[in-house]
């Protein structure tokens, strides 16, 4: 008997689990003396976008690393699209994505190259048929066959949301995925994540520090601040709470202290 068939039996997903994308419980990390992540709870609905907000060093990027399994959480619970994480890691990671402006891929093979080691790593059916798709849908045409190292930012970010999609994901999650792009090119990426969850019931969690990009994507925010959670919500009813017009204030209330609904030109006591 193999280690993958003696695992112990899953306990049965409850009618929450079987509902969410994401859940997080009490989760904790942990590095040296310093707590990145300091037991936040939360739970993403499929079908939902949902954004996570905070300053540099509020610990989005460490939690969506533990959501993936690649970081080991000091303490706390996630499951992922009904299954413990990292434990079960096998049977989520064909199911999810990820894309980051900030992670490089090889920049010697050309962009065809590069989308079919991903899919084969994730067992794409029909891969050139797949990668064909996502060329037309994406417009990568031009240079799908030019060195990834060659393209402007603008086509490396239509190639890294390929590469996310080249699994059908039911879980995406973005790090900052319009960081760099000009108007016109973020605002095409949102449109094309938008009409993806749409078509395919997917879920997002969306990291990112454009207040605008996540007032018109996401249905709900969380957001962080030293690793804790400070407020998860509607964005509307976020910005109701603090008096605000913009997530963008929203922010900036929360980032330097002030109280919810304290006016800007008042100093926290």
Known sequence: MTAETARTPEPPATAAHAAAAIEVAHLVKVYKATRAVDDISFSVARGSITGLLGGNGAGKTTTIAMIMGLVLPTAGRIRVLGHDMPERRADVLGRINFESPYVDMPSR??????????????????????????????????????????????????????????????????????????????????????????????????????????????????????????????????????NRATLEEVFLDVARGRARGEEQGDQPA
């Open 109 to 242: 093979l050309t962009v065809r190259q590069n989308l079919r080691v991903f899919g084969k790593l994730y067992d794409v059916p029909d891969l050139p048929g797949r990668i064909a798709e996502l060329a037309a849908d994406l417009d990568l045409g031009d240079f799908l066959d030019r060195p990834s190292g060659k393209l402007s930012a603008g086509q490396k970010t239509r190639v890294a949301l390929a590469k996310a999609l080249i699994n059908r994901p039911e879980l995406l999650l973005l790090d900052e995925p319009t960081a760099s792009l000009d108007p016109d090119t973020a605002d095409w990426i949102r449109s094309h994540l938008e009409t993806y969850c749409r078509q395919h019931g997917a879920s997002i969690l969306l990291a990112s520090h454009n207040m605008l990009e996540v007032e018109r994507l996401c249905d709900r925010v969380i957001i962080m601040k030293r690793g804790r959670i400070e407020d998860d919500d509607a964005p509307a009813a976020i910005m109701a709470r603090y």
